[in-house]
């Protein structure tokens, strides 16, 4: 699985990341701001519009199957498009269907990967088991966001798809030869722990999943958290604009700088994912201290235009990210009944994808009136207010349980002491 998931999502990042320096520097002319804004904002629009279907799915089917076809349709998606394109230079709409066609696939994997999770490990090891999923989510964002520009200006867009439907379809192989466990799902996909050790129970795919809206309603803290991300969102994912035009712009340079300061972001997220349990403190403090440092490393470049400054910013950036995701995560996985997952993750995947295709559309078209540097700094006093925020909501509710010290009973809830 860990593979898998390397495998899937390098090479969703590596498609991003690579047309959007394509559109930058070779098809979208003057209006490269626009146009890329708007390839992020198809490839971010599945997550949001399919949540409810995503939800039912991860629901009612085994894990395993799921997470296969979607890596298959994904693989078999991006092998004729790069046909298409060894066969001739196709339009621009080609590109934005397969954006939104791969990105309806990954819409799918990610939730239901992440509420796989307690089906592979132990209650007590949640935790560090979200640090690994995330930490693997960082390593496949640095490979497919240093290889995405390296490749299009070596090989061009034919180049970037054939390497994308590899990885998916060498994915879809390796899931079909994983086994989960903790499944409990009635379809076959289950297996006996080794050493006949007792499963950890899955969702119960028997039951009606609830509402959407009534998950949320009834876990009020968790909303305010996510509403806080969502709005951070707003500003921080439009760095996946801002840095391409800042490239471009600003430091006059080709992929591989645009291929450098991806690293910078996916080395920077790496470490923060592997050093969030060390941090003391609620979540809620955590993550508003990491805002107010995202902010001024977002600012940076705004301020000491240079290849340096920018690449010390991604990587500040990126461990900040790291260390809010596997707090955050891992937190969600205690405080959310386990029948609830799959549609709560799918929610989560859908509000704080919300904004990213504002957020693509507004800079990227900004983009084509303001310097990047300005960008950057709008950046900065955007992420401030959701900084306060979200301490505030830490000060008002309880939070996060205490990690289970041993494995939890095979009746028991997943969810800990309140502190």
Do not use: K
Not at 168 to 174: P, Q, R
Not at 211 to 227: C, G, K, W
């Amino acid at each position: 699985m860990w593979a898998a998931q390397v495998l899937t999502q390098a090479a969703g990042r590596m498609f991003q990341v690579g047309t959007v320096w394509w559109l930058v520097s070779r098809a979208a002319g003057a209006d490269r701001g626009l146009a890329s804004g708007a390839f992020l904002a198809v490839s971010t629009l599945p997550a949001v519009a399919l949540a409810p279907l995503v939800a039912g799915l991860i629901a009612r089917r085994p894990h395993r199957t799921v997470l296969g076809v979607s890596a298959a349709v994904a693989g078999l998606v991006a092998l004729g498009t790069a046909g298409w394109t060894y066969a001739g230079t196709p339009p621009l709409v080609v590109a934005y269907g397969a954006a939104l066609v791969l990105a309806g696939c990954q819409a799918v994997f990610d939730p239901c990967l992440t509420t796989s999770v307690p089906e592979l490990v132990e209650d007590a090891d949640i935790e560090t088991a979200t640090g690994f999923e995330l930490s693997t989510q960082s390593l496949a964002g640095l490979a497919g966001g240093l290889l995405g520009p390296l490749t299009v200006d070596l090989a061009g867009p034919a180049g970037v798809v054939a390497g994308c439907a590899g990885a998916y379809l060498l994915a879809a192989a390796l899931i079909g030869a994983t086994r989960f466990p903790g499944s409990g799902t009635p379809t076959g996909d289950a297996q006996p722990a080794d050493g006949g050790a007792p499963a950890i129970p899955a969702t119960d795919t028997s039951a009606p999943p609830r509402p959407l809206r009534r998950i949320l309603a009834e876990l009020p803290f968790i909303r305010r958290v996510l509403l806080c991300f969502t709005a951070a969102n707003l500003f921080t994912t439009a760095v996946f604009v801002v840095m391409p035009l800042y490239t471009r712009t600003v430091l006059h340079a080709d992929g591989s700088t645009v291929a450098a300061l991806e690293a910078a972001l996916g080395a920077g997220t790496l470490v923060g994912s592997f050093t969030a349990g060390r941090l003391p403190g609620a979540p809620t403090a955590i993550g508003a201290g990491c805002l107010v440092l995202m902010a001024v490393s977002l600012g940076l470049p705004g301020l000491a235009a240079g290849t340096t400054p920018a690449l010390g910013s991604m990587a500040v950036a990126g461990w900040c990210v790291g260390v809010i995701g596997v707090r955050f995560v891992a937190l969600f996985q205690r405080m959310v009944p386990a029948e609830d997952r799959p549609g709560f993750f799918a929610v989560m995947q859908a509000l704080l994808g919300a904004t990213f295709p504002v957020s693509s559309l507004l800079f990227g078209l900004l983009g084509d009136h303001l310097p990047a540097r300005t960008l950057c700094l709008v950046q900065a006093v955007g992420v401030l207010p959701v900084a306060a925020a979200l301490w505030w909501t830490g000060r008002r509710e309880p939070q996060a349980p205490e990690p289970a010290s041993a494995p939890a009973p095979a009746d028991a809830q997943p969810i800990g002491d309140v502190r």
